[in-house]
């Protein structure tokens, strides 16, 4: 199992696993006074944590389903990256996209947190790229009946 630095300045435990299979763990709301979100609001939530990565590892920040089936809420820049190099805190971006306002309590799951690896490609220049059978269908391309 990796290890993760972490540095924890909120008033909350630690993120755990909810289950012995679970990929990410929930991030929680740490403020000194509910945030109320309006529709189509948006707001930076801290969550006084701050991580250290090993390098070839993110952290990818990722809408918690129930608040975005239950409330509309989610997160805006999906998933939102946290690379190794970072030290600051931790902070989620959520968005309300219902027409009801939706107030966010401290301690409240606000998210969840995956880690991932990753690579950095050495771009090569080139004039043509190879042909393929979808070529440069674009969106909906390969769904067309």
Same mark, same amino acid.
Not at 126 to 141: D, K, Q, S, W, Y
């Given at each position: 199992?990796? @290890?993760?630095?972490?540095?924890? @300045?909120? @008033?909350?435990?630690?993120?755990?696993?909810?289950?012995?299979?679970?990929?990410?763990? #929930?991030?929680?709301?740490?403020?000194?006074?509910?945030?109320?979100?309006?529709?189509?609001?948006?707001?930076?939530?801290?969550?006084?944590?701050?991580?250290?990565?090993?390098?070839?590892?993110?952290?990818?920040?990722?809408?918690?389903?129930?608040?975005?089936?239950?409330?509309?809420?989610?997160?805006?820049?999906?998933?939102?990256?946290?690379?190794? #190099?970072?030290?600051?805190?931790?902070?989620?971006?959520?968005?309300?996209?219902? #027409?009801?306002?939706?107030?966010?309590?401290?301690?409240?799951?606000?998210?969840?947190?995956?880690?991932?690896?990753?690579?950095?490609?050495?771009?090569?220049?080139?004039?043509?790229?190879?042909?393929?059978?979808?070529?440069?269908?674009?969106?909906?391309?390969?769904?067309? @009946?």
């Amino acid at each position: 199992m990796m @290890k993760v630095k972490i540095v924890n @300045k909120s @008033k909350h435990k630690l993120p755990a696993y909810s289950t012995k299979h679970s990929a990410g763990v #929930d991030l929680r709301a740490n403020l000194t006074e509910p945030v109320v979100l309006k529709s189509l609001e948006r707001r930076l939530i801290p969550t006084g944590l701050f991580i250290e990565l090993p390098v070839g590892y993110e952290a990818q920040i990722r809408p918690r389903s129930g608040l975005a089936y239950k409330h509309g809420l989610t997160v805006l820049n999906s998933p939102g990256t946290i690379d190794a #190099d970072y030290r600051g805190e931790i902070g989620v971006i959520l968005v309300n996209l219902s #027409d009801t306002d939706f107030t966010v309590e401290n301690g409240e799951r606000i998210c969840q947190m995956v880690i991932a690896t990753h690579e950095q490609a050495e771009w090569k220049e080139v004039e043509i790229l190879n042909e393929t059978t979808r070529g440069a269908g674009g969106f909906g391309h390969t769904g067309v @009946k």
